[in-house]
């Protein structure tokens, strides 16, 4: 059985079609400037690929591209889309409405139509990309939504709501809902794999570190906190993004240079962060090499970054009266080993030990602790996209 994952923005479409049989990928690719000009990079898991540049100006014909490109291009993949049983799609917001993923019916279509309101760069768009596959591929072809924030839909009304007057959540929803559910969901599951224990009976604290950032704690199974807010950009310092600051900041800049809502949501979510505070990048790997040539400004930056990722840590160690299993995973939890040297030695004080040898380990799952460490500590490769697979069969299977 075949699933075909996409995540599409307004003028992006990234998709991977994956044999459930093994899990594996037969082929990835990306369909870009829809819209405008339009063009699809396609993979085939054996290497070869196909490109061109083809009038897209909907995601329908995105959809058609990705059509040909996998079943009739050179580097094609199967012989007509009827081999695919269902397509998966990642959407940003569910709000308070959606806790699991569901099969995407006109309800629920019309639902993440109207929580567009919270997520107006994202949901408008899954919206359109629902829509031309179902002008694509037909209204048979079941479609499931698997959401950013379902995961987090557990968290107590405490860990959730802000401090503000009530009304505002009343009236218009503003509250915690977390993101980045899907990844941290996938490496929970893993963690309790790996430990051989059930999910129930471990406290996990799971960090996804990319260009986006999030850290999640796990308790009784289910997620008990998390530290991206009402939008992805609350919580700690991420490649352009601010993470919580004091909102006054924002009120006293905003009228020293007569900036509007819209220059304040471009500045925090596109102009901060390790970017903003470097000058250099958003990538921390070219923010570390300035920093080793002594710029200061990216020194502080990588240095901003990981004292707020030892805090959010040690934060949901207290809410949770301890912790089992601290996981890695994301382009940077991933890959740099010494940002996660440098965070575990702030937590040696309750036995956290980390073997230098496996943490030098690159590229698959490894536990990094050492044997005699309190805390098991891991760096878990995320798969966004075979868990949204996985939600799809098992959505379409019942
Ligand atoms: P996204 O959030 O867009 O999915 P990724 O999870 O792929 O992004 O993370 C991308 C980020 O990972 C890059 O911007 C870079 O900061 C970071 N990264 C990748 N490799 C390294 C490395 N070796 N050292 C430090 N950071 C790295």
Redesign the pocket.
Known sequence: MKIFVVNAGSSSLKYQLIDMENEQVLCKGLCERIGESGAITHKAADGRTYTADTAMPTHSEAFEAVVYAMTKSDAKVINSFDEVSAIGHRIVQGGSIFKGSCLITDKALQDIDDLGALAPLHNPAHVLAIKACIKTFGSDKPQVAVFDTSFHQTMPDKAYMFALPYKYYEKYGVRKYGAHGTSHHFVSDRVAALEGKDKKDIKIITC??????SITAIKDGVCVDTSMGFTPLDGFMM?TRTGTLDPSALTFIAEKENLSPADINRICNKESG?LGVSGV????????AAANEGNDRARLAIQMQRYQIIKFIGSYIAAMNGVDAIVF???????????RKEILESFTYMGVEISDEKNDIHGEEVKISTENSKVNVYVIP?NEELAIARDTLAIISK
């Open positions: 996804h570190l990319g260009n986006g950032c490649g390790v990048s958003n990538d921390n790997r070219d923010v570390i995973t994301g382009g940077i939890g991933e890959n740099d080993k010494g940002l995320t």
